[in-house]
């Protein structure tokens, strides 16, 4: 069994930063992309920032400049650090990984700005 745990959301205000963390546990023998998702109210879930086992990035065009998606192989963790942010980043964002071939979900963490 195989658990993804998102931490680091919470209430910012605009211009302020964020770092959400995502752990990956379990029986884990190989983790590829490790992406971060996110899903305004009423509307759909986007993927907001992906990074490969080689360490490859891609950005949401909404988001590019501003955030930046890293991860930590021996920890089997994925990071991403939110500068700049905006009231429409209001949402929940959700860790998303490809491990052992399969796609797996976190639960998801809160992110709201506001002032």
């Known amino acids: 069994q195989v658990q993804l745990v998102e931490s680091g959301g919470g209430l910012v205000q605009p211009g302020g930063s964020l770092r959400l963390s995502c752990a990956a546990s379990g029986s884990i023998f190989s983790i590829n992309a490790m992406n971060w998702y996110r899903q305004a109210p009423g509307q759909q879930r986007e ?64 992110v709201t700005v506001s002032s």
């Open 47 to 110: 993927l907001v920032a992906r990074i490969t086992s080689s360490g490859r990035v891609n950005y949401a065009d909404s988001v590019k400049g501003r955030f930046t998606i890293s991860r930590d192989n021996a920890k089997n963790t994925v990071y991403l650090q939110m500068n700049s942010l905006k009231p429409e980043d209001t949402a929940i964002y959700y860790c998303n990984a490809d491990i052992n071939g399969l796609s797996d979900w976190g639960q998801g963490t809160q």
